[in-house]
């Protein structure tokens, strides 16, 4: 996504201090333009978005294991094949959630660093990086 190009065009109602928070980090992480800081925060809350997902599925999953489990805890021996079966397809899900975090969290970090970089060379081109 970060090397396409930007054609599409939004417009969004902000609150002057939701617009104010926006530009202030902007500037803590000299980006130079609003519509960056914009780009580069709503892949950060994509990201967040992701893990939280991957998150929530995990617990919900560990509920399940441990609702699954529960009766059979107290007597050792009793796991029959459908129950053994149902546990691995569920680790097998969640194994596959986390894959999934893992391909996607490097290249969205990837693309918000390179952003970032591109801004403050920019920035010191110009003589405009703040210390």
Request: glycine content about 6%.
């Amino acid at each position: 996504m970060a090397d396409e190009l930007k054609s599409e065009r939004i417009q969004v109602l902000l609150s002057p201090s939701e617009l104010k928070a926006i530009d202030d980090w902007g500037f803590s992480c000299r980006i130079r333009s609003r519509g960056e800081a914009i780009r580069q925060l709503v892949d950060i809350g994509l990201l967040s978005h992701k893990d939280h997902e991957v998150t929530k599925a995990a617990l919900h999953l560990a509920d399940v294991h441990s609702k699954i489990l529960a009766p059979y805890l107290e007597v050792p021996g009793t796991f029959s094949n459908e129950t053994l079966q149902e546990l691995l397809d569920a680790l097998d899900r969640m194994i596959g959630l986390q894959e999934k975090l893992n391909e996607d969290a490097p290249e969205i970090a990837g693309r918000i660093k390179a952003r970032m970089d591109a801004a403050l060379a920019e920035a010191n081109e110009d003589g405009d990086a703040k210390p």
